[in-house]
């Protein structure tokens, strides 16, 4: 029974996407606007089926430990669903099931290509929450993040198609800092994820190991200063897919973390330090560039990273103190679960909010989307809360400049506040698209609210090893009122300047312009261009000297042989095994250089 849940959950999602590709033949105009579902009845009959794809993973979800091995595939392919893999897996089904709901059966025009790439990201994610060795989690990442390509460019405009460009260059950093990362921890004895982070400890390339993995991994979980895709791709990207690249795909990071640093296994205060720091920047520092968007979804992008910057916070005090580990990495997984809802909610409610802000639902729509913002935030009673208190409860001892971070942490629901203020702001300015009755996309989002007020609590208090939720004593309840607060008071203050026009011209605009989104990006794009054109100048003097010298063979060697050698060895180069063999012995060569490091 266990081996048909896990075949159902990774072939007929895939088989489905295959299918829909298969049937979207021959290719039309991408275009990106709601209109009446396909008339094809195989592709209505497909979309309809995709959102139930999801069962069976969730199905798996009922199994603890369930388990699949297979020897013949790679080097052993093993998935397990342990302790922390399985709230994951259960938020990531919900998330995937509610976006391919909100696509799918809306009749979304342009939706057929978003719904295979959900398939295929939904099957990756999957994969990398329960990969049990080193080959197979790799697999499930590289299929999970290149897919994701196809979500962030599905609209085929100028602003998508940057966003992809960007996205997919940080990629292959990724990629390539994660197969490094992950070949060095397979050579020190961690084929399987459960031997990793204590052959990373004892490997002789430690520190080699570990930067390559705060690197790949903080590419996804957008970790300062590698969070530049995150801004461009959600407001490029269509909210289903902005719901789960935020609420699921981030956490992709947030696992490699967790599953391949020496956390408990090895103290490692520099490293840990550093990414304290990196992490404690990024959740800060994104509060005030994310202010000066205009745009709903981009501030909620900025939201992630700051979210995501308490996470790599968490991990960085587990590196630092590797005595709190064992606290630290329950309480990650506890307050990703409670975020990939939430924040899932709050960027599938962007068009929800458009499409049925009027009348009664009005209503409905405006209490669901502030109980997420409200669980984003860490109020009192919500999911949120639980998060953050067993984060706190975790990280007691540690300090950072001397400051415990019991008193810091608590300062990024303070953020969250203005944040979130500043995107139900724009989002009720924005004009809206109403339709007269409900539908598949306004059902699919009150079930994933309805997902985020039940499961993280039910998730926590059954599933993870946490020693205390919050409770109902006056010094929790402020513990958990007082960041909220704060924010409300300084977004009021700010409100207070602005009608006194006592703020500065860029603070009182806000309309995107005084810090593009992306913030950093666009420097980063112009030092590419840069040093692009120095490489094409240098490439073309090396033609050029190239050209020379075989004009000087020729002419000193007064025979065709050397001229046809010359052009039999430039022939072969150029062909796709010449190729081929140059991009292998590369590789080798950073091999070597990273073993001889």
Same mark, same amino acid.
């Given at each position: 029974?266990?081996?048909?849940?896990? #075949?159902?959950?990774?072939?007929?999602?895939?088989?489905?996407?295959?299918?829909?590709?298969?049937?979207?033949?021959?290719?039309?105009?991408?275009?990106?606007?709601?209109? $009446?579902?396909?008339?094809?009845?195989?592709?209505?009959?497909?979309?309809?089926?995709?959102?139930?794809?999801?069962?069976?993973?969730?199905? *798996?979800?009922?199994?603890?430990?369930? +388990?699949?091995?297979?020897?013949?595939?790679?080097?052993?392919?093993?998935?397990?669903?342990?302790?922390?893999?399985?709230?994951?897996?259960?938020?990531?089904?919900?998330?995937?099931?509610?976006?391919?709901?909100?696509?799918?059966?809306?009749?979304?025009?342009?939706?057929?290509?978003?719904?295979?790439?959900?398939?295929?990201?939904?099957?990756?994610?999957?994969?990398?929450?329960?990969?049990?060795? +080193?080959?197979?989690?790799?697999?499930?990442?590289?299929?999970?993040?290149?897919?994701?390509?196809?979500?962030?460019?599905?609209?085929? +405009?100028? @602003?998508?198609?940057?966003?992809?460009?960007?996205?997919?260059?940080?990629?292959?950093?990724?990629? +390539?800092?994660?197969?490094?990362?992950?070949?060095?921890?397979?050579?020190?004895?961690?084929?399987?994820?459960?031997?990793?982070?204590?052959?990373?400890?004892?490997?002789? %390339?430690?520190?080699?190991?570990?930067?390559?993995?705060?690197?790949?991994?903080?590419?996804?979980?957008?970790?300062?200063?590698? %969070?530049?895709?995150?801004?461009?791709?959600?407001?490029?990207?269509?909210? =289903?897919? &902005?719901?789960?690249? &935020?609420?699921?795909?981030?956490?992709?990071?947030?696992?490699?973390?967790?599953?391949?640093?020496?956390?408990?296994?090895?103290?490692?205060?520099?490293?840990?330090?550093?990414? *304290?720091?990196?992490?404690?920047?990024?959740?800060?520092?994104?509060?005030?560039?994310? @202010?000066?968007?205009? @745009?709903?979804?981009?501030?909620?992008?900025?939201?992630?990273?700051?979210?995501?910057?308490?996470?790599?916070?968490?991990?960085?005090?587990?590196?630092?103190?590797?005595?709190?580990?064992?606290?630290?990495?329950?309480?990650?997984?506890?307050?990703?679960?409670?975020?990939?809802?939430?924040?899932?909610?709050?960027?599938?409610?962007?068009?929800?909010?458009?499409?049925?802000? %009027?009348?009664?639902?009005?209503?409905?729509?405006?209490?669901?989307?502030?109980?997420?913002?409200?669980?984003?935030?860490?109020? $009192? /009673? &919500?999911?949120?809360?639980?998060?953050?208190?067993?984060?706190?409860?975790?990280?007691?001892?540690?300090?950072?400049?001397?400051?415990?971070?019991?008193?810091?942490?608590?300062?990024?629901?303070?953020?969250?506040?203005?944040?979130?203020?500043?995107?139900?702001?724009?989002?009720?300015?924005?004009?809206?698209?109403?339709?007269?009755?409900?539908?598949? @996309?306004?059902?699919?989002?009150?079930?994933?609210?309805?997902?985020?007020?039940?499961?993280?609590?039910?998730?926590?208090?059954?599933?993870?090893?946490?020693?205390?939720?919050?409770?109902?004593?006056? #010094?929790?309840?402020?513990?958990?009122?007082?960041?909220?607060?704060?924010?409300?008071?300084?977004?009021?203050?700010?409100? #207070?300047?602005?009608?006194?026009?006592?703020? $500065?011209?860029? =603070?009182?605009?806000?309309?995107?312009?005084?810090?593009?989104?992306?913030?950093?990006?666009?420097?980063?794009?112009?030092?590419?261009?840069?040093?692009?054109?120095?490489?094409? =100048?240098?490439?073309? &003097?090396?033609?050029?000297?190239?050209?020379?010298?075989?004009?000087?063979?020729?002419?000193?060697?007064?025979?065709?042989?050397?001229?046809?050698?010359?052009?039999?060895?430039?022939?072969?180069?150029?062909?796709?095994?010449?190729?081929?063999?140059?991009?292998?012995? /590369?590789?080798?060569?950073?091999?070597?250089?990273?073993?001889?490091?």
């Amino acid at each position: 029974m266990t081996v048909a849940l896990w #075949v159902l959950a990774l072939v007929l999602p895939l088989l489905t996407a295959a299918a829909i590709g298969l049937a979207t033949m021959p290719p039309r105009p991408a275009v990106d606007t709601s209109v $009446p579902a396909p008339d094809s009845p195989v592709q209505r009959l497909l979309l309809s089926i995709s959102p139930l794809t999801a069962l069976p993973t969730l199905a *798996l979800t009922a199994v603890p430990g369930a +388990t699949l091995e297979v020897p013949w595939l790679l080097v052993g392919t093993h998935l397990h669903v342990d302790g922390a893999a399985r709230p994951l897996v259960l938020v990531s089904a919900l998330l995937y099931a509610a976006a391919l709901a909100a696509v799918a059966w809306a009749g979304f025009r342009g939706g057929r290509g978003l719904v295979a790439f959900l398939l295929v990201c939904h099957v990756g994610t999957t994969v990398v929450f329960t990969a049990g060795d +080193t080959a197979t989690f790799y697999l499930g990442y590289a299929l999970m993040s290149f897919a994701a390509y196809g979500l962030v460019v599905n609209s085929r +405009t100028a @602003e998508a198609l940057r966003a992809g460009r960007v996205y997919i260059a940080l990629t292959v950093i990724s990629e +390539t800092a994660v197969l490094a990362a992950l070949i060095l921890v397979t050579s020190a004895g961690g084929r399987l994820v459960q031997d990793a982070p204590r052959a990373v400890a004892d490997s002789d %390339h430690t520190g080699l190991i570990v930067a390559l993995l705060l690197v790949g991994f903080g590419v996804k979980a957008g970790t300062l200063p590698l %969070h530049v895709w995150l801004p461009l791709a959600h407001p490029a990207a269509p909210p =289903a897919a &902005s719901a789960v690249l &935020s609420g699921a795909m981030v956490k992709a990071g947030l696992v490699g973390w967790l599953r391949f640093l020496p956390l408990g296994e090895a103290e490692l205060p520099g490293w840990g330090l550093l990414l *304290l720091i990196l992490a404690l920047a990024g959740a800060f520092l994104a509060v005030p560039a994310g @202010e000066l968007q205009n @745009e709903p979804k981009v501030v909620l992008a900025y939201s992630t990273i700051s979210q995501m910057g308490f996470l790599a916070a968490l991990v960085g005090v587990a590196l630092t103190s590797p005595e709190l580990a064992p606290a630290v990495i329950p309480a990650a997984v506890a307050y990703a679960v409670h975020h990939a809802l939430a924040k899932g909610a709050l960027f599938l409610g962007v068009p929800v909010w458009k499409h049925h802000a %009027h009348g009664t639902r009005r209503w409905v729509v405006a209490i669901g989307l502030g109980g997420a913002a409200l669980a984003v935030a860490g109020a $009192p /009673f &919500s999911s949120g809360a639980v998060g953050k208190y067993a984060a706190k409860n975790a990280v007691g001892g540690a300090q950072l400049a001397g400051v415990d971070m019991v008193d810091l942490l608590p300062l990024v629901a303070t953020g969250s506040t203005l944040l979130l203020l500043r995107a139900g702001w724009l989002l009720v300015r924005n004009e809206s698209d109403s339709r007269s009755r409900p539908d598949a @996309e306004l059902g699919a989002w009150l079930l994933l609210v309805a997902a985020g007020i039940i499961v993280p609590w039910v998730v926590t208090d059954t599933w993870l090893p946490l020693t205390d939720v919050p409770g109902l004593d006056p #010094v929790t309840l402020w513990d958990a009122s007082w960041p909220i607060l704060l924010g409300l008071g300084i977004a009021a203050l700010a409100l #207070v300047l602005k009608r006194l026009r006592l703020l $500065p011209g860029w =603070a009182a605009r806000a309309d995107g312009r005084a810090l593009p989104p992306g913030d950093i990006v666009g420097p980063e794009e112009r030092l590419v261009r840069v040093a692009g054109s120095a490489v094409s =100048a240098s490439v073309g &003097s090396a033609r050029e000297l190239r050209e020379r010298g075989v004009d000087g063979v020729r002419r000193a060697v007064p025979t065709a042989g050397a001229g046809r050698s010359y052009d039999a060895v430039e022939a072969g180069l150029a062909s796709r095994p010449g190729s081929g063999v140059v991009v292998v012995l /590369f590789c080798l060569a950073l091999f070597a250089a990273g073993v001889l490091s």
